[in-house]
């Protein structure tokens, strides 16, 4: 059993920065990519941000030069650094990653997040 569990969000004005952590727990095995998407009211989920194993990331345009991805791989966990954050960043963002489990090692799962809120007042 994997557990993705985030911290972070909450209510912050215009220009404001938040940092947002997802945990992994469980039977892990191994974890591949990792990332961020968001889902605003009335929208599907989209991703915002990225990143590989060995810390390569890639990110949505509208947040590139604000937000940055990182991760700890001894603690299985991923951040997202929101900086200069807008209105129109208001959304559930929700956390991603590809684990393979010590159950099925080399076969490889999708696992999500509970979502957490994050609210940028203008």
């Known amino acids: 059993q994997v557990q993705l569990v985030e911290s972070g969000g909450g209510l912050v004005q215009a220009g404001g920065s938040l940092r947002l952590s997802c945990a992994a727990s469980?039977?892990?095995?191994?974890?591949?990519?990792m990332g961020w998407y968001l889902q605003a009211p009335g929208k599907q989920r989209e991703l915002v941000a990225a990143?590989?194993?060995?810390?390569?990331?890639n990110y949505v345009d509208s947040v590139k030069g604000r937000f940055t991805i990182s991760r700890d791989n001894a603690k299985n966990t991923v951040y997202l650094q929101m900086n200069k954050l807008k209105p129109e960043d208001t959304a559930v963002y929700y956390c991603?990653?590809?684990?393979?489990?010590?159950?099925?090692?080399?076969?490889?799962?999708?696992?999500w997040g509970q979502g957490t809120q994050v609210t940028v007042s203008s």
């Open positions: 469980g039977m892990i095995f191994s974890i591949n990519a």
């Open positions: 990143i590989t194993r060995d810390g390569r990331a």
């Open positions: 991603n990653a590809d684990i393979s489990t010590i159950e099925t090692p080399g076969i490889w799962y999708q696992y």
